[in-house]
């Protein structure tokens, strides 16, 4: 593997907004030009390079050098990552209602596409960023996220609502409820949560269900003679295997068995969704 990846679970205070912290050693073998497809998760991937040397990511359909501290949005479909040298990141993943609730800012602003999380959270952020690249373990790493996080998430504190009610419904179901079921959850019209949900997450409520219906899968997905696709499709709502397979392309880039042909070169990232 020419990828090292470890995750650590967030306190109970912020596990709500947080599905992980993690570090990421990438192109450990110094290919000049290594290349991971990314599949989407349903989260906003916080990245905080420790190294000189950053990943390429595109933007507007141009490669270019991702920023110092970088905010990938939600992404409904599979997105390269390319590296030149090898990489090292501290990352946050976020599930979408904890990047509003704790710093305040939509995820609409950058839904499939990312920024420089400078520009997006401020100089308090990148004072933080400095901090966390003098901390000598992941301990302290994590200890000095945990306090930066919960000062924000006081300081931009939000009201319970139903959009934040209806992405925490939808992941508890693995998206196997129907937009009507949804909506006698969250008791609102299906007018106004497709209109709230679009505006706060970039995604319609549709689309974030097949997000976390997939999700649901991606664990069976990393032992292949456990793969049973009629099985699959079944337990996880989809109408037949063709359906299954159609939505799996669409989010992966290719077919399920084409998936586990080519492993090694896609990066998957399953979410918590209890």
């Known amino acids: 593997m020419n990828v090292k990846f470890s995750e650590y679970r967030p306190s109970p205070a912020l596990g709500s907004y947080i599905q992980a912290y993690y570090t990421g050693d990438f192109n450990l073998y110094s290919e000049n030009n290594f290349v991971q497809s990314v599949v989407p998760n349903g989260c906003i991937e916080l990245i905080i390079h420790l190294t000189h040397d950053h990943c390429e990511l595109v933007k507007e359909d141009t490669w270019g050098r991702s920023p110092e501290f970088t905010l990938i949005g939600l992404q409904t479909k599979p997105y390269e990552v390319r590296f030149h040298e090898p990489v090292q990141i501290f990352g946050v993943r976020f599930n979408p209602e904890g990047i509003y609730h704790i710093f305040g800012v939509p995820p609409a602003v950058f839904t499939a596409t990312f920024e420089n999380s400078t520009d997006v959270l401020g100089n308090e952020f990148k004072d933080y960023c400095s901090r966390l690249r003098e901390s000598t373990s992941i301990q302290q790493k994590i200890q000095l996220t945990e306090a930066f996080l919960l000062k924000n998430m006081l300081d931009n504190s ?3 609502d139903y959009v934040r009610m209806a992405s925490e419904t939808i992941r508890k179901h693995h998206g196997l409820l129907s937009l009507e079921e949804l909506i006698q959850k969250v ?8 209109r709230e949900f679009k505006k706060r997450f970039g995604i319609t409520a549709k689309e974030y269900m097949r997000l976390s219906r997939l999700n649901a899968i991606q664990k ?9 696709l009629t099985e699959l499709s079944y337990e996880h709502g989809f109408a037949d295997q063709s359906h299954f397979i159609r939505e799996f392309k669409m989010l992966a ?4 068995r084409g998936f586990l ?14």
Request: hydrophobic share 30%; net charge positive; proline share 11%.
């Open 158 to 160: 939000k009201e319970y």
């Open 261 to 274: 042909k080519k492993r090694a070169d896609f990066l998957t990232l399953p979410v918590n969704l209890e």
């Open 253 to 256: 880039g290719t077919n399920p």
């Open 187 to 194: 008791h609102i019209s299906p007018r106004q949560l497709q």
């Open 220 to 228: 069976y997905m990393q032992v292949p003679t456990s793969l049973n």
